[in-house]
């Protein structure tokens, strides 16, 4: 087994256990702001704490993702290019999604 | 060299449908579903960071009826996905192998994950009311 392989494996279990509060956290806060309007939601959005878990869950959701769908990809996708092409543009644009996240994030929490 | 005809394992559609493989590939389903779900996560997040009428157009779609049945298929989808994953968590401590086990926890996961998302409606039927 290749260095590679056990980082992958070791790494979706440890992004899976950051999201387990972290998620159950989203559900109870969104569920605690249904209905709001743009200024309400973004006045508690851009404190601290909401801010940085928020910021923390869509990072781990993302990275946890692109682990995952790699898998997927390796056990459907056959033929060497077509498989290496499907996982570069999971990870690029797991990537180019993290970049969209935070940039919100920091409009939000920053003041646009 | 002639060709030496070797039994073939049989496909997947040979075998009858168990609990335990069910759940497994739903565990991949259900993370399928959350991999598009965080799309529009941070499409909202994105229209609440830009404009009044890009937060405007995002709510309106979370309040019709096929934006509050995606909500409802990622909400199962998550709650599914947290305790399977769980269950997983589990397994890779080395707990939970034997059958009896693994078809106990996997009754757990569907009951479990069905009544975390009848909670999570009702609360925010309950919540949504309230305000």
């Known amino acids: ?57 869509v990072l781990a959701v993302l990275y946890h993702m692109a682990l995952g769908l790699v898998v997927v990809i390796e056990d459907y996708v056959t033929g060497p290019k077509c498989q290496s092409l499907a996982i570069s543009v999971v990870r690029k644009s797991a990537l180019a999604l993290a970049v969209i996240a935070l940039v919100a994030l920091a409009k939000i929490g920053f003041g646009s | 060299m002639t060709p030496v005809e070797r039994p073939l394992s049989p496909h997947l559609q040979i075998y ?76 890779d401590s080395g707990w939970g192998f034997e059958l009896k086990t693994a078809y106990l926890t996997g009754w757990v996961v569907v009951a479990g994950s069905i009544a975390l998302t009848l909670v999570a409606w009702i609360a925010g039927f309950c919540l949504r009311g309230a305000s």
């Open chain 1, 1 to 57: 087994m290749s260095g590679a392989s056990v980082h992958h494996w070791r790494n979706q279990r440890l992004s899976a256990l950051a999201l387990i509060p972290l998620t159950l956290w989203f559900v109870a806060a969104m569920l605690g702001h249904l209905g709001e309007d743009r200024a309400q939601f973004t006045a508690w959005l851009s404190q601290p704490v909401p801010l940085v878990l928020t910021a923390v869950l």
């Open chain 2, 16 to 91: 009858k449908p168990q609990l335990t493989s069910v759940l497994s590939i739903t565990h991949r389903a259900t993370g399928l579903a959350l991999s598009v779900g965080i799309l529009f996560l941070i499409w909202f997040l994105a229209a609440a960071a830009w404009s009044d009428g890009a937060f405007a157009l995002a709510r309106e779609f979370w309040g019709s009826w096929l934006g509050l049945f995606c909500l409802f298929g990622w909400s199962f989808s998550l709650f599914y996905h947290l305790l399977n994953g769980i269950r997983h968590l589990a397994w």
